[in-house]
């Protein structure tokens, strides 16, 4: 019998991770199966402990489970607990140790595949929820010159900016949107939700710089994020490479094997 490992979700049945875990495994040559699961939305547990029980290896998770899977875990990663949220669990022996992959996904995405070394750059991350909190400690790790949070609620950048104070030799910074008249940085990063709908956010001009990029965390569609970088002459991206890369960083931690990401976004682009 493969190993078998799984994603839950709620909703579940879009998600491209089987697909590109089945990609890593033939490329790796791992003996394994990967499959998609609908968790209850008041069930997760259950269905992660009846996955374990099952003879389950480890699970990806998704939302609306990340914070569920952190509480579940009995033990974490640093970058778990920094991020509060787990996307990764690995099971051994009735043990669950709870991963986030997420902000690692992210910088490998911009470093490897976009060329885009973060040391030294003014770095602006948008959007203080639970995406943004994943990659904080990740990016901080990379020595940015400048780290900014800005939310249309600042009180919420603040509190974010303020737990991650002296976790790295960076120092993050947090404002609201208005605040960020007159500045321009080399990445923006979008990591509201606003990328799921038609809305664009109060962003001043000229934060976009031509030689800077602005990163889209969602895939699949042209956002008013992308679109109003676009219109500053920045070059963007969007969040597929960021979605490989967190699952080639779990598959490592399963397997230990790294698989090459390059073809398996090129088959999904």
Avoid at 67 to 86: G, H, I, N, P, Y
Avoid at 172 to 177: L, N, Q, S, T, V
Avoid at 179 to 208: E, R, Y
């Amino acid at each position: 019998m493969p190993d078998r490992y799984a994603v839950f979700g709620n909703p579940i049945s879009h998600s491209k991770s089987p697909r590109i875990h089945a990609l890593f495994a033939a490329q790796t040559q791992q003996d394994m199966s990967y499959d998609a699961i609908l968790a209850p939305l008041d069930g997760f547990a259950t269905a992660i402990n009846n996955f374990m029980a099952a003879g389950g290896r480890g699970a990806n998770v998704t939302v609306p489970f990340k914070e569920e899977a952190f509480k579940l875990a009995t033990t974490l990663t640093a970058r778990a607990q920094a991020a509060c949220a787990v996307n990764t669990l690995s099971f051994h022996e009735g043990a669950i140790s709870g991963d986030n992959t997420d902000g690692a996904g992210l910088v490998r995405d911009l470093k490897s595949n976009l060329g885009f070394d973060l040391a030294a750059k003014r770095i602006l991350l948008l959007g203080a929820g639970g995406a943004a909190r994943g990659v904080i400690l990740p990016l901080l790790e990379e020595k940015p010159a400048t780290l900014i949070i800005a939310n249309r609620t600042e009180e919420k950048a603040f509190r974010l900016a303020l737990e991650f104070a002296g976790r790295a030799d960076t120092l993050p910074e947090a404002c609201g949107f208005a605040q960020l008249a007159g500045q321009s940085f080399d990445l923006v990063i979008n990591a509201t939700s606003t990328g799921l709908s038609d809305i664009a956010l109060p962003l001043p001009p000229h934060l976009f710089v031509a030689r800077g990029l602005a990163y889209e965390m969602v895939y699949g569609r042209e956002t008013p994020f992308m679109k109003q970088a676009r219109a500053a002459g920045c070059r963007v991206a969007d969040g597929l490479g960021m979605l490989v890369e967190q699952a080639a960083e779990a598959f490592f931690t399963w397997r230990g094997v790294r698989p090459v990401s390059v073809p398996v976004l090129a088959a999904l682009r």
